[in-house]
C-alpha cells in the first residue's frame, strides 16, 4: 500500500498567519491527491483536488501544490472558522490512503 | 439536494455480521463511484472500500478483505456494506462517500461498535 506521511500533526498559529501542511506520499502519485478538512463530530469535507483544484465552494484562501511524492496544503491567511483537522489522501492506488491527520488550533 | 444517509450501525459481538446501508438522493447514482471511509475513535480517516458505478470494479482494503463485502443497487439508489466476523478495531463510525477521486458527498456516518 501507498504511505501517506502528514506533518506536521499538530499546529497552533494565529488568526491571519499563514499556515502550511505537508503530504509526503512513500511512491509516485502523480497528482492523484486531495484535502480534507474535518471538524469535530463532523463528516470530512473535500476543500482540494488533483493536488491543487480548489472544490467549488472553498474559499480561495485555501491552496494546494505538488506532484509525484510531495504535496503542501496553505491557508494562506488563518481564520477563526479553519479550526479542524486536515487529511491528505492518495487515490493512484484504490483504495486510497489518507494522511494521519493534522490537527490546526488556535494561538 | 445531494445526500448521503448511512444506517445499520450498531452494538454486535466481536465475530458477529452487521449489513450498512447508505441511501443516496438529490443525484444520478447510478453515474458514480462510491466508497465506504471508516473513523475509529479518536483515529483518521481509514478507507475501506470502493464500488465503480456499475459494480465492475472493488477494491478492498487489506484491514477488511476477505471479512466485508460491498454492493450497490442501483435500482434503489442504495450502498451496501457487509461485515462479517467483526473484530474489536472494526469499532468506528462508518461514512459512506461519493467520488472516484475526490469524495466530494459524504453522509453523516453510522456507528459500529465491537464489543462483548
Do not use: H
Request: proline share 4%; charged share 15%; with cysteine.
Amino acid at each position: 500500500d501507498i504511505q501517506m506521511t502528514q506533518s506536521p500533526s499538530s499546529l497552533s498559529a494565529s488568526v491571519g498567519d499563514r499556515v502550511t501542511i505537508t503530504c509526503q506520499a512513500s511512491q509516485d502519485i502523480s497528482n492523484y491527491l486531495n484535502w480534507y478538512q474535518q471538524k469535530p463530530g463532523k463528516a470530512p469535507k473535500l476543500l482540494i483536488y488533483d493536488a491543487s483544484n480548489l472544490e467549488t465552494g472553498v474559499p480561495s484562501r485555501f491552496s494546494g501544490s505538488g506532484s509525484g511524492t510531495d504535496f503542501t496544503f496553505t491557508i494562506s491567511s488563518l481564520q477563526p472558522e479553519d479550526i479542524a483537522t486536515y487529511y491528505c489522501q492518495q487515490y493512484d492506488n484504490l483504495p486510497g490512503t489518507f494522511g494521519q491527520g493534522t490537527k490546526l488550533e488556535i494561538k | 439536494e445531494v445526500q448521503l444517509v448511512e444506517s445499520g450501525g450498531g452494538l454486535v459481538k466481536p465475530g458477529g455480521s452487521l449489513r450498512l446501508s447508505c441511501a443516496a438522493s438529490g443525484f444520478t447514482f447510478s453515474s458514480y463511484s462510491m466508497n465506504w471511509v471508516r473513523q475509529a475513535p479518536g483515529k483518521g480517516l481509514e478507507w475501506v472500500s470502493s464500488i465503480s458505478s456499475s459494480s465492475s470494479y472493488i477494491y478492498y482494503a487489506d484491514s477488511v478483505k476477505g471479512r466485508f463485502t460491498i454492493s450497490r443497487d442501483n435500482a434503489k439508489n442504495s450502498l451496501y456494506l457487509q461485515m462479517n466476523s467483526l473484530r474489536a478495531e472494526d469499532t468506528a463510525v462508518y461514512y459512506c462517500a461519493r467520488g472516484t477521486g475526490g469524495l466530494d458527498v459524504w453522509g453523516k456516518g453510522t456507528t459500529v461498535t465491537v464489543s462483548s
